[in-house]
């Protein structure tokens, strides 16, 4: 066992960046079921698919997750008077370092201002955190007015 602490030159006082992005991954995700009420929003990437495992495609979703909140809150579009139920997509291209590089509607709702609000959103938000791969560099994101309306 001494040779094994040994080693690593006995510089073991914590977890590895790798372990502590993990970390810190599972905390915002715990933070977002609380927030959500345990779901997860999809990335709009194309039919469901079953599977157990938490791979890269757990991780995908927790930073959509991450990524739709921090837009969101940026999201106004006046609801009172309204009771229809509005839905945009967007389509956000985020570069390696968190930027928003492009931002299109995917899916019109009925009214050319609910888009425009959703696309003001995401450009007004500042600040994204980096993706967690390279593969990941477009995400769509439902606008619904339903959410405005809770």
Same mark, same amino acid.
């Given at each position: 066992?001494?040779? @094994?602490?040994?080693?690593?030159?006995?510089?073991?006082?914590?977890?590895?960046?790798?372990?502590?992005?993990?970390?810190?991954?599972?905390?915002?995700?715990? /933070?977002?079921?609380?927030?959500?009420?345990? !779901?997860?929003?999809?990335?709009?990437?194309?039919?469901? +698919? +079953?599977?157990?495992? !938490?791979?890269?495609?757990?991780?995908?979703? *927790?930073?959509?997750?991450? *990524?739709?909140?921090?837009?969101?809150?940026?999201?106004?579009?006046?609801?009172?008077?309204?009771?229809?139920?509005?839905?945009?997509? *967007? @389509?956000?291209?985020?570069? /390696?370092? +968190?930027?928003?590089?492009?931002?299109?509607?995917?899916?019109? !709702?009925?009214?050319?201002?609910?888009?425009?609000?959703?696309?003001? /959103? *995401?450009?007004?938000?500042?600040?994204?955190?980096?993706?967690? !791969? @390279? /593969?990941? +560099?477009?995400?769509?994101?439902?606008?619904?007015?339903?959410?405005?309306?809770?």
């Amino acid at each position: 066992m001494k040779k @094994e602490a040994a080693k690593d030159g006995g510089k073991s006082s914590g977890p590895s960046p790798q372990q502590q992005a993990k970390n810190d991954v599972q905390s915002e995700l715990a /933070a977002l079921r609380k927030t959500v009420g345990g !779901s997860l929003y999809s990335t709009g990437g194309g039919g469901g +698919g +079953g599977g157990g495992g !938490s791979g890269s495609s757990g991780l995908l979703q *927790v930073y959509a997750s991450i *990524v739709e909140q921090a837009i969101k809150k940026n999201w106004r579009y006046p609801v009172f008077g309204n009771d229809s139920n509005l839905v945009a997509v *967007v @389509e956000v291209r985020i570069d /390696a370092k +968190g930027q928003i590089a492009d931002v299109k509607v995917l899916t019109p !709702s009925d009214r050319a201002d609910f888009d425009d609000s959703a696309v003001k /959103a *995401v450009r007004e938000t500042k600040e994204l955190p980096p993706p967690p !791969s @390279e /593969a990941v +560099g477009t995400l769509r994101i439902n606008f619904n007015l339903q959410e405005l309306n809770r």
